[in-house]
C-alpha cells in the first residue's frame, strides 16, 4: 500500500489561507503533510488546522479515516517567524520537538519529529524541518544557520543509526534553504557567492548522502536533470522565466527510499495562482 508525504513551505498559514490554500488540500490530501514557515500564535493556527481537518473528513480520503487529523507544530518565540507543524491522517505514537542543545529563540519554530504507523503497521519517523535562509551580508545569521546545521547533522546521524540496527526508517521533509547542485539552480554561477549555494553550505548535503547514507527522494527518483524547482523569488519575473532553486527536499533513510514510487511537485499554472512562493512536494512510498 503506498502512501503520500508531502511538504510545503507556506509563506505563512494565514496568508496561504487567504490565498486559496484549501482548494489545493481538497484535491490532495496528504496522508501526512509537513509544512515550514507557519509563521502564526498558536490560536490562529488551531482554527485553521481544524478547517483543514474538516476538508479531510470529508474528502474521500476520509472514508479511511476513523477520528480528526493527528496534528503537531511548533510556533517560533520570535513572532511573525519560521513555525512548523506535521498533519497526519495516519496514527501517530510519539511526537518530538525541537533539537537538543539548540536554545535560542532564532532556533525555535524549526524542528518537530512524529513517530507515524502506516495502514501496513510500518512505523516510520516523519521530520519537518525550517533551516535558517541565512544572509551573507550578515554574519551572524550564517553562524545561525552553521550552527543549526551541525546540530541538525548529528540528529540525522542518530536517526539513521536507529534505521540501520532495524528501527524506525526516518523522512526529514522541509525548506534546507540549500540547493544543492548546479541542477538544482537555474543560475548557479551567478549565486556563488550567495546564501543557499555556498560550497559550504553544499558540503551538508555532501555528507548527508554519502557518509550518512541518507538519499535525497525527489533527485533519486528525477535521474539528473535540470531541476525541477520548488522556490521562485517573489521578485521580477522569476516565476513567470522558471528562474528557481529547488530548497525543499525529503532525505530518507535506505530502506525507505527504496519504497519511493513517485513524485510530484504542484507548480501553480500562473504567478497569480500561487498560494506560497513554495511549490508542494509530494513523493509516495509503498510502505
Known sequence: MTISITTSNLNGIRAAKRKD???WVEEHTPDIWAMQEVRAPQDEIDPIFDEISAIYMQSAR????????NRQNEVCRIKGRAGVGLLSALPVTSQRYGLPGLEEDV??????????????GYTITVVSVYVHAGNVDHPDKMEQKFRFLDTMTERMRELQDIAAAG??????????????????????KANEESSGFLPEERVYIDKWLNELEYVDVMRDLAGDIQGPYTWWSQRG???????????????????LADS????????APSYDARWSDHAPLTITYNV
Open 21 to 23: 490554500m484549501y482548494a
Open 107 to 120: 532556533d525555535s519554530g524549526r524542528w518537530i519529529e512524529s513517530d507515524i504507523v502506516t495502514p501496513d
Open 260 to 267: 519511493a514510487r513517485g513524485f510530484v511537485i504542484d507548480r
Open 237 to 255: 519575473k522569476a516565476f513567470d522565466n522558471n528562474t528557481g532553486w529547488r530548497i525543499d527536499y525529503q532525505f530518507a533513510t535506505p530502506e
Open 62 to 69: 476520509g472514508e479511511s479515516m476513523s477520528s480528526p487529523l
Open 167 to 188: 528501527g524506525n526508517q526516518a523522512v526529514l521533509c522541509g525548506d534546507f534553504n540549500i540547493a544543492h547542485t548546479p541542477i538544482d539552480i537555474k543560475n548557479a
